[in-house]
């Protein structure tokens, strides 16, 4: 059964600061890799997504991946107050001839104070 | 960029009722939907994969006469939650699979909180 870790948290970031959140999964062959922002009640809105090993970067975020380790991770840096949500880790394996859902980890409550 | 959108945002029946949740896909097709449920405090679980055109693949333990799945085109997608009891209360949320922008980047509905009293 796919699985996917992350700490729930919650990380407490002082305002400006780096937060890093962290995430492994159990299944070797996933291939795409995604953390989704979820405010409170409503629904998970895409951050990043990075399908190769290495660092993808996209203004404030950057996402790590390591698929020997099956490791993903997100750093948001100069952290904002409405930075403050839970963020989701999601695996999916696409094996380009179909495409199934998401697995999600539980989140990472991630506090920014100011 | 993607839109997907749902409806009702908020929705509350009866017991023994039944409620529909519409998903669309605005300005893209989609051949794959998919159904989450999220209580509260709890991650996003996968409930089924709706393919346009044939039926609902379900996850295990996901009762498919209970929760009726219709992908009847490319942009659109129905739940339907039949006999609704309180403990089916939940946050229910698609998402649709935009192929067109390569890899498997998937979009979610801005999602419909259930109410069964």
């Known amino acids: 059964q796919k699985e996917v870790e992350q700490n729930s948290g919650p990380l407490s970031v002082p305002e400006g600061a780096i937060a890093s959140l962290n995430c492994t999964y159990s299944d070797r062959v996933s291939q795409s890799f995604f953390w989704y922002r979820q405010y409170s009640g409503k629904s998970p809105e895409l951050i990043m997504s990075?399908?190769?090993?290495g660092d993808k970067e996209d203004g404030r975020f950057t996402a790590q991946l390591n698929k020997a380790s099956q490791y993903v991770s997100l750093l948001i840096r100069d952290s904002q107050p409405s930075d403050s949500a839970t963020y989701l880790c999601?695996?999916?394996?696409?094996?380009?001839?179909?495409?199934?859902?998401?697995?999600f980890g539980k989140g990472t409550h991630l506090i920014i104070q100011p | 960029g993607a839109v997907v959108s749902q409806h009702p945002s908020r929705v509350i029946c009866k017991s023994g009722t039944s409620v529909k949740i519409e998903c669309r896909s605005l300005d893209f097709q989609a051949t794959t939907m998919f159904w989450y449920r999220q209580f509260p405090k709890q991650s996003l679980m996968l409930m089924a994969t709706?393919?346009?055109?044939?039926?609902?693949?379900?996850e295990q333990g996901v009762e498919k006469d209970k929760f009726l799945i219709n992908h009847a085109s490319l942009t659109l997608s129905t739940l339907t939650v039949t006999s609704a009891h309180p403990e089916d209360s939940s946050f229910y949320i698609c998402?649709?699979?935009?192929?067109?922008?390569?890899?498997?980047?998937?979009?979610f509905g801005e999602g419909s909180w259930l109410t069964v009293v």
């Open positions: 998402s649709a699979n935009n192929r067109a922008q390569g890899g498997n980047t998937i979009y």
């Open positions: 999601a695996v999916n394996e696409y094996s380009g001839g179909g495409a199934d859902g998401l697995t």
């Open positions: 990075i399908y190769s090993n």
């Open positions: 709706s393919n346009e055109g044939s039926k609902a693949t379900y």
